[in-house]
């Protein structure tokens, strides 16, 4: 279903897209997934391209888009597989934007730029060992001290944390604050600076391509001029960026629930069983009619959400209910179409067995399902 906003413009982006894609993309993503990485070349001819951050300002480099391109970017990326669009798609439409939306004109021209290329790879440090869903609880603290702060603490489950080269970190820079989240700030570490080092690469279930690291900071050094925004507003720069953060979740589930049932639909049509395609039999027939509906009722709806948003408009109910039910539906989806495929749908070498490891931790990231339900009752005054 084409979205309204969709014009012949966004058509060639996507037609582009998908052309570097098949060239650089398809034939090597099998190898990245074994490899357990996206190449940093990869980012480079991607950048080249002019896909990534394609929303950034031309005076920074970028296209000057909105985000209706960035929605095609996180299609056509998750059509591949979500361990490419997950880092790529974070990189561009979560961690960049704190950037271009918080950062001083000095800031801006130092790091956006190189976002734009693909030679700055971005990460976003919130999850903790400790702390994951209650942003307020982190134990990371940052003590300032002349014209740098003392940053101490761990983060995990950090995408592109392995690659990145800057990493937007959530920590305390009060800790005797209350309420506890007004003591949070975010502070830019870059590569290289000491104390900063790369823990393990954690070993997960699906998304194998895509890096989710721990990140260690032992008194790092960090230049006061590397604060973002204001200090003490952190908490709620990250509640303004989780709006579009949770759509770009939500996109990225509607795609997947969209090609598990395109290649489940070619599966049993060619697939046969007591004489006859087993698409003939009503039980399948049933479970495709299902699926098609409510994967129809999700393109609708992120459709509709998209336009909102590039609106400006504050949808943070509308896509809390978009992630939390996207998700939900693509989990069933993936379990529906990997029973559609018996056996083999068990086998590694068949696309679904992918999907189907890769899906479940969309219920998690960026927000729990429960967290999402909670927001929810909050915007209905319950």
Same mark, same amino acid.
């Given at each position: 279903?084409?979205?309204?906003?969709?014009?012949?413009?966004?058509?060639?982006?996507?037609?582009? !897209?998908?052309?570097?894609?098949?060239?650089?993309?398809?034939?090597?993503?099998?190898?990245?997934?074994?490899?357990?990485?996206?190449?940093?070349?990869?980012?480079?001819?991607?950048?080249?391209?002019?896909?990534?951050?394609?929303?950034?300002?031309?005076?920074?480099?970028?296209?000057?888009?909105?985000?209706?391109?960035?929605?095609?970017? +996180?299609?056509?990326?998750?059509?591949? %597989?979500?361990?490419?669009?997950?880092?790529?798609?974070?990189?561009?439409?979560?961690?960049?934007?704190?950037?271009?939306?918080?950062?001083?004109? #000095?800031? &801006?021209?130092?790091? *956006?730029?190189?976002?734009?290329?693909?030679? *700055?790879?971005?990460?976003?440090?919130?999850?903790?060992?400790?702390?994951?869903?209650? *942003?307020? %609880?982190?134990?990371?603290?940052?003590?300032?001290?002349?014209?740098?702060?003392?940053?101490?603490?761990?983060?995990?489950?950090?995408?592109?944390?392995?690659? =990145?080269?800057?990493?937007?970190?959530?920590?305390?820079?009060?800790?005797? =604050?209350?309420?506890?989240?007004?003591?949070?700030?975010?502070?830019?570490?870059?590569?290289?600076?000491?104390?900063?080092?790369?823990?393990?690469?954690?070993?997960?279930?699906?998304?194998?391509?895509?890096?989710?690291?721990?990140?260690?900071?032992?008194?790092?050094?960090?230049?006061?001029?590397?604060?973002?925004?204001?200090?003490?507003?952190?908490?709620?720069?990250?509640?303004?960026? *989780?709006?579009? #953060?949770?759509?770009?979740?939500?996109?990225?589930?509607?795609?997947?629930?969209?090609?598990? !049932?395109?290649?489940?639909?070619?599966?049993?049509? +060619?697939? &046969?069983?007591?004489?006859?395609?087993?698409?003939?039999?009503? +039980?399948?027939?049933?479970?495709?009619?299902?699926?098609?509906?409510?994967?129809?009722?999700?393109?609708?709806?992120?459709?509709?959400?998209?336009?909102?948003?590039?609106?400006?408009?504050?949808?943070?109910?509308?896509?809390?209910?978009?992630?939390?039910?996207?998700?939900?539906?693509?989990?069933?989806?993936?379990?529906?179409?990997?029973?559609?495929?018996?056996?083999?749908?068990?086998?590694?070498?068949?696309?679904? =067995?992918?999907?189907?490891?890769?899906?479940?931790?969309?219920?998690?990231?960026?927000?729990?399902?429960?967290?999402?339900?909670?927001?929810?009752? &909050?915007?209905?005054?319950?």
């Amino acid at each position: 279903m084409k979205a309204s906003f969709i014009t012949e413009e966004h058509e060639l982006f996507r037609k582009s !897209l998908r052309k570097m894609l098949d060239k650089e993309a398809y034939p090597f993503f099998d190898q990245w997934e074994v490899n357990r990485e996206i190449p940093k070349d990869f980012w480079l001819k991607m950048g080249a391209s002019g896909f990534l951050c394609p929303w950034v300002d031309e005076a920074y480099g970028g296209l000057g888009l909105d985000f209706s391109y960035s929605m095609i970017l +996180n299609e056509e990326l998750e059509k591949v %597989g979500q361990g490419v669009s997950s880092g790529i798609c974070l990189h561009s439409d979560i961690v960049s934007p704190y950037i271009s939306s918080l950062g001083t004109e #000095e800031q &801006k021209q130092k790091w *956006l730029p190189s976002c734009v290329s693909g030679d *700055l790879i971005t990460a976003i440090g919130m999850t903790e060992p400790g702390a994951g869903s209650d *942003l307020a %609880g982190v134990k990371t603290t940052a003590r300032k001290d002349g014209d740098f702060y003392i940053l101490n603490g761990e983060k995990t489950f950090i995408t592109n944390g392995q690659i =990145a080269d800057i990493v937007v970190v959530v920590c305390k820079t009060d800790s005797n =604050a209350e309420p506890a989240h007004r003591g949070i700030s975010l502070l830019v570490v870059e590569k290289g600076m000491e104390g900063f080092s790369y823990g393990k690469k954690l070993n997960k279930i699906g998304m194998h391509s895509g890096d989710t690291s721990e990140l260690i900071f032992e008194d790092v050094k960090v230049p006061v001029a590397n604060l973002l925004g204001e200090e003490g507003k952190g908490f709620y720069y990250l509640m303004q960026n *989780l709006q579009q #953060e949770r759509l770009v979740v939500a996109i990225q589930c509607q795609v997947e629930a969209e090609e598990m !049932l395109r290649i489940t639909m070619d599966y049993v049509k +060619n697939r &046969k069983a007591f004489g006859q395609s087993i698409s003939k039999f009503q +039980n399948t027939q049933f479970k495709i009619a299902e699926m098609a509906t409510e994967i129809d009722i999700g393109r609708t709806y992120i459709n509709h959400l998209t336009a909102r948003h590039i609106a400006s408009e504050d949808i943070v109910k509308e896509v809390s209910m978009a992630k939390w039910w996207i998700s939900e539906m693509a989990k069933r989806v993936a379990a529906e179409c990997l029973q559609l495929h018996g056996g083999y749908g068990y086998m590694e070498e068949y696309e679904i =067995a992918r999907r189907y490891r890769d899906i479940p931790v969309a219920s998690i990231y960026a927000g729990t399902t429960e967290i999402m339900k909670t927001i929810i009752a &909050k915007k209905l005054d319950l």
